[in-house]
């Protein structure tokens, strides 16, 4: 199944495929490696208008359909999972810039997000609250012309260089998620302090850290979801983030495959390649048909959230097989390849920990079936 594009659009897909063959491909080991997000990186892909996608063009961006978006990320995370899924959350906060702020807000930020000066993030989690996200305990507090803000978050793409964050805090706790807020926060005003990126697994082009708000006063006009509506939002874009990291798990686990496949083609045994085994074969096969289920599962769930029609479930459906399928299919392939599959010239050490992480961000696999089983026997009742 392909996804119909404008002349425009597939033009811009064409240029994103090409940035991520010239600028993240040869380089997503070296990151790793040195265990760092590529700050350099982000801004030039934010120069080569990526982090505009979402951003209407009389705000200086492409005002591209979601659907390209799911596409671009899928395409760059077939050289480095993390690295794209950095750059969609920098792409997400531009876009929810564009459509939710003030005027005067989005004149200010916008242009420094757009030319990769300023990098954006979302923070929802905290050190004690991730799945429950209810259970939040960053607090807003009301005062004269602003609120004034005290918590930690944790997990947080991009916190290793993000100056722009869209905060939830507390607003009530009596409320629970009805006094749920969303802000937007400057990290370079006083009050804000960045905990050092996570040392994890693998991916660190992923960025991962937090950030700790001490007294910190944001004015009014930069609460961009009110009390309640800011879990509603939360909820809302949760699919969209879903859906996306479906399309990129079938990016990643599809270059796998066609790593694989030359690897076996090459690879002499027993008078001939390892290709000619019907063991394998077949095993590769059955790899593609996993990318391709998912692949029709992550589409239809990018029509359901660009239409505007139920996508929490097409979301979940899709989060949850694709990333079960990469976290599986990606160890395969590094199997077929033998010993070799190990060796740090091949990225699928790396993409495996990124299937890890696929299995967690944007609620863990558990959650998109607690999702799934809450429709099914609402159904039944
Ligand atoms: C690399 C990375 C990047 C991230 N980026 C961001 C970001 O940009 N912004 C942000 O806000 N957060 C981010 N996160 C955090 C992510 O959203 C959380 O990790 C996720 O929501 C799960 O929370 P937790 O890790 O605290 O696990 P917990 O909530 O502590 O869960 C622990 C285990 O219990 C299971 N569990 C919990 N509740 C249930 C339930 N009701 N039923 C069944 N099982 C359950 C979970 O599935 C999990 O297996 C990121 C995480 C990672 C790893």
New binding site residues.
Partial sequence: MELPFSQAEKDMLARAVEFARSEVAPNAQKWEDERRQPLETLQAASLAGLAGLEVPEHLGGFGGRFRLKARIAEEIARDCYAFSFSLI?HMGLAGKIARDAPEEIAKKYLPEMLAGEAIG?????EPA????FAAITTHAKKVDGGWIINGE?A????AAHADLMFLYAQTDPASGWRGVAGFLIDAREDGVSRVPPFE?MG?HA?G?GGFVLTDHFVPDIRMMSAPGDGFKAAMAGVNAARTYVATMCCGMTEAAIDLAVSYASERAAFGGHIADLQGLRWRLADAQTEVEAARLLAYRAVLAVENGTEAEIPAAHAKKYAARMADEQLSRCMQMMGAAGLKRAYPLGRQIACAR?AN????????Q??RIARALFNKKK
């Fill in positions: 959350n993030c979302t923070a929802l989690t609250a991730g799945s429950d978050k997990w947080i793409t991009n994890i991916g992923i991962t992480i967690y961000v944007d609620g863990t696999t558990e959650i079936n607690e």
